[in-house]
């Protein structure tokens, strides 16, 4: 059962227009929401979070937006640039209150932003 | 300051023999988390420590199993291995504290891409 959907496993954009990844979950007991980014041979590195307190969370080109009823995260990157190709990944975490780290991820989407 | 380092990056096995990854964390960092991803089920929660102490475990086998040292390094262990371990075995090291901005803002090492012949 996954709990964190990334339906979209790729996407192509323009450079210099927005990109917008999608995530959907299904656990209600998901405190907190991550995006991660990859390139190959790397480890995921850290892009910007959301607290379900909050419905948006600002950061340079980078913008998440939590819609808590719909269950539903989005990732928007504006202006896109080459350099923001990689997979993308969506993370969620409970608020467990003993300040614990487990994460559950979505498969990841791969963006490719066309110069 | 070092990042997340992992040995290592690369480790061929045969089926039903052993293997032990080491994860070393960021400096100060007290927290480490083991993920598997493959490419049908993603990245997958294996297990954290802290404080040398198991503090979380995913959905996995009793043949993949964990360590943590009082210097904050972690070991994983998978036995008895199967094909279908193969895997890039991701570390993930965490400060533990308090603070919405950076709650469970893992830090990752590039891994250690296990193949199971």
């Known amino acids: 059962d996954q709990q964190v959907k990334q339906n979209s496993p790729s996407l192509s954009v323009q450079e210099g227009r927005i990109s917008i990844l999608n995530c959907d979950y299904t656990?209600?007991?998901?405190?907190?929401f991550l995006w991660y980014k990859k390139y190959p041979a790397e480890g995921p590195t850290f892009l910007i979070s959301?607290?379900?307190?909050?419905d948006k969370n600002e950061d340079g080109r980078f913008t998440v937006f939590l819609n808590k009823s719909a269950k539903h995260l989005s990732l928007h990157i504006v202006p896109s640039q080459p350099g923001d190709s990689a997979v993308y990944f969506c993370?969620?975490?409970?608020?467990?209150?003993?300040?614990?780290?487990?994460?559950?991820f979505g498969k990841g989407t791969k963006l490719s932003v066309i110069p | 300051k070092a990042g997340v380092t992992q040995t290592p990056r690369y480790l061929i096995k045969t089926r039903g023999q052993q293997v032990t990854l080491s994860c070393s964390p960021i400096?100060?960092?007290?927290?480490v988390s083991w993920y598997q991803q493959t490419p049908g089920q993603g990245l997958q929660f294996l297990f954290e420590?802290?404080?040398?102490?198991?503090?979380n475990k995913g959905n996995f086998p009793g043949r993949f199993s964990g360590r943590q040292f009082s210097n904050s390094r972690s070991e994983m262990n998978v036995s008895t291995l199967e094909l279908g371990d193969s895997a890039l075995y991701l570390c993930?090291?965490?400060?533990?504290?308090?603070?919405?901005?950076?709650?469970?803002?893992?830090?990752f090492g590039p891994g250690t891409r296990l193949t199971v012949l």
């Open positions: 993930a090291s965490s400060l533990e504290g308090s603070g919405s901005n950076t709650y469970n803002e893992q830090f």
């Open positions: 656990n209600s007991m998901f405190d907190y």
């Open positions: 959301i607290s379900s307190i909050k």
């Open positions: 993370a969620a975490s409970p608020d467990s209150g003993a300040g614990s780290y487990q994460l559950t």
């Open positions: 400096s100060g960092h007290r927290s």
């Open positions: 420590y802290f404080s040398e102490t198991q503090r």
